[in-house]
Nanobody, 124 residues
Framework: QVQLVESGGGLVQPGGSLRLSCAAS????????MGWFRRAPGKEREFVAA????????AYAGSVKGRFTISGDNAKKTVYLQMNGLKVEDTAVYFC?????????????????WGQGTQVTVSS
């Protein structure tokens, strides 16, 4: 049974940092592309960042590029999202997801497995 478990969310002031983690089990981690998505209140789930199984050429949404960094640790079967310079508009539930396709995708429907999400709230 595949499980993706996110952690690291919380309340942070604007300009602050958080690091999200997503621990995977029940799958061969090194054969999956991993992505982070988020859903803000009243909005659709949207792409944030993704990393391929090789770890090269990660992809980022324009709204987070330069502030967020995605990375993975195959030995720990964990993907991380380092978020710096957080803004109020980054407030959302953040989800990690796994996709076995060879092409790195930004599309929600391309991802096969999803975690339950972790809440990130940016507020003063």
């Amino acid at each position: 049974q595949v499980q993706l478990v996110e952690s690291g969310g919380g309340l942070v002031q604007p300009g602050g940092s958080l690091r999200l983690s997503c621990a995977a089990s029940g799958l061969t981690f090194s054969t999956y592309n991993m992505g982070w998505f988020r859903r803000a209140p009243g909005k659709e789930r949207e792409f944030v960042a993704a990393t391929s199984r090789s770890g090269y050429s990660p992809a980022y949404a324009g709204s987070v590029k330069g502030r967020f960094t995605i990375s993975g640790d195959n030995a720990k079967k964990t993907v991380y999202l380092q978020m710096n310079g957080l803004k109020v508009e980054d407030t959302a539930v953040y989800f990690c997801a796994a996709d076995r396709d060879w092409v790195l995708s930004r599309t929600v429907s391309d991802y096969e497995y999803w975690g339950q999400g972790t809440q990130v709230t940016v507020s003063s």
